[in-house]
């Protein structure tokens, strides 16, 4: 009986150190479950760690929209030498092969390009302050020598220095043989602009 007895005592002294083992590392991976949800990720990280390969936008609004987000970040962030570059990368897999293979349009390029933009505001301040993009209802489809062409616009709010200005893109994507549509290129419209202003300037006289 007595030996019985210790084996129980044994038994119940093992299970209760297991139940406290297990206790502690419950305790410890809901702490470093808490402590990683509170912990504020920012937007230039969130697009950083996007799956852009793995779950590519499907419109090609989505696709102007993730662009023009990794504009701001660029634009308005300090992002170091290794942040910009990994953006870039994101960046590039929106790109369709002939925008990529583009002459100067390599990734140390665009980051060399990217860089004297941003030397050339001297210090002053230049962001994209907000954005508008076209609905998709307003997105025009068509098809050129057999690809399909997505069209739309994108409106840039730029903050430079102290001043405040729109500039009006036209994005132009084509579809790829996945079904993705990636930006062929995109370009300023100086006439958009000016339409722009001048309905800008009427509502201010009323």
Do not use: C
């Amino acid at each position: 009986m007595g030996a019985n007895k210790g084996v129980i005592r044994t038994t119940v002294t093992v299970v209760i150190m297991v139940v406290l083992v297990l206790g502690y590392y419950a305790y410890v991976s809901n702490r470093k479950a808490v402590e990683l949800q509170n912990t504020k990720v920012s937007e230039a990280d969130r697009l950083i760690l996007e799956d852009i390969e793995g779950n590519y936008p499907k419109k090609p609004r989505d696709v102007v929209k993730l662009h023009v987000r990794m504009l701001q970040q660029i634009y308005a962030s300090e992002l170091s030498d290794d942040k910009l570059s990994k953006m870039v990368d994101q960046m590039r897999l929106l790109y369709d092969d002939r925008l990529l293979n583009n002459q100067g349009n390599t990734k140390e390029e665009q980051i060399s390009s990217i860089l004297a933009e941003l030397d050339s505001h001297d210090g002053k301040k230049y962001k994209i302050t907000n954005y508008e993009i076209d609905e998709e209802s307003q997105t025009t489809y068509s098809e050129v020598d057999g690809e399909d062409v997505a069209n739309l616009y994108a409106t840039y709010t730029i903050l430079d220095d102290k001043t405040t200005y729109k500039q009006i893109y036209l994005y132009v994507l084509v579809k790829d043989k996945d079904g993705h549509f990636k930006i062929l290129g995109w370009q300023r419209d100086n006439s958009k602009e000016s339409d722009l202003s001048n309905s800008s300037t009427t509502k201010k006289k009323d």
